[in-house]
């Protein structure tokens, strides 16, 4: 499989994802850049489209902690 950089992750080496695609099953994957050993999430490709529509349209300032808004 082929992993590749989110291109929201930025280039300073910090909080980066890397997507993948599991055509077979349907899925789309996502791990931690600097934890590519550690777990994976599994969205149908409804679901991420959805949540990858969700931050293109209001992204989340850099630095921002998720708190009481999660």
Do not use: H
């Amino acid at each position: 499989m082929t992993w590749r950089k989110s291109s929201y992750s930025g280039g300073n080496g910090g909080n980066c994802i890397e997507v993948g695609a599991l055509a077979e099953a349907g899925r789309v994957l996502v791990r931690d850049t600097q934890d590519r050993q550690g777990p994976v999430l599994a969205f149908n490709p409804e679901t991420w489209r959805c949540f990858a529509d969700q931050v293109k349209a209001d992204p989340v300032p850099q630095g921002a902690l998720f708190t009481d808004a999660w």
